[in-house]
Every structure is written in structure tokens, then in C-alpha cells.
């Protein structure tokens, strides 16, 4: 089993930066891809970035490309998302989540088994 956690949200302006973190429990993240989605209110979760087992390849939704980077620390067993030149329309519950690296990439809800509790970021005009 492979608990998330995911921590770094807060409220900014827009055009600022936050620093999202997703720490594994549990079992290593070492041989999972790795996603970020995000929920805004009375919508669906959707797909936001992910990377592979071993960080060498990325992939990003369309409206965040040039302005969010994915990362991880395999040895802190950490995910991160930097985000920068953040918009109001970035406002949304951020999740975390991993799945098995035998398909690439993952972008659907479906594709991954193991969430966290998501953290919100809040993006003000």
C-alpha cells in the first residue's frame, strides 16, 4: 500500500508561485508514475501533469505547459509541482496520485490506485 500526502497549498495572486509537495508512506513510489490533478468546484477532476517512475519523462495538460513543472526526489520519496505565473482559473483541490508505469502516459482518473487528500490552492485577481 502507498499512502499520499500532499501539502504546499495556500492562496496566492495571480501571477505568483506555489510549490506543491506529494510525500509517500508505505512503500516506495519508486517503480510508480506519478500524476497531479486538480477539482474545481462543480467540476471534474482533471488531469494536471505526470511523470515517469524514474523522472525522465513529463507530460502536461495543454493550459498549464510553460508555466508548472513536475519533479520528484526519489530519495525524499516525494512528487513536487512548481507552479508559477498562477491564473484564477488554477483555482482547484490539488490531488496527487501514482499508478503502475506498465502504460504511458497516464492522464485519466481511472489509470491511478492510490490518492491523497488533496490540497487547496486558491488563485486570486
Known amino acids: 500500500q502507498v499512502q499520499l500526502v500532499e501539502s504546499g497549498g495556500g492562496s496566492v495572486q495571480a501571477g505568483g508561485s506555489l510549490r506543491l509537495s506529494c510525500e509517500a508512506s508505505?512503500?516506495?513510489?519508486?517503480?510508480?508514475?506519478v500524476a497531479w490533478f486538480r477539482q474545481a468546484p462543480g467540476k471534474e477532476r482533471e488531469f494536471v501533469a505526470t511523470i515517469t517512475w524514474d523522472g525522465a519523462n513529463t507530460y502536461y495538460t495543454n493550459s498549464v505547459k510553460g508555466r508548472f513543472t513536475i519533479s520528484r526526489d526519489s530519495t525524499k520519496n516525494t512528487v513536487f509541482l512548481q507552479m508559477n505565473s498562477l491564473k484564477p482559473e488554477d483555482t482547484a483541490v490539488y490531488f496527487c496520485a501514482a499508478g503502475p508505469s506498465t502504460k504511458w502516459p497516464r492522464v485519466t482518473v481511472g489509470d491511478y490506485g492510490y490518492w491523497g487528500q488533496g490540497t487547496q490552492v486558491t488563485v486570486s485577481s
Open positions: 508505505g512503500r516506495t513510489l519508486g517503480w510508480l508514475h
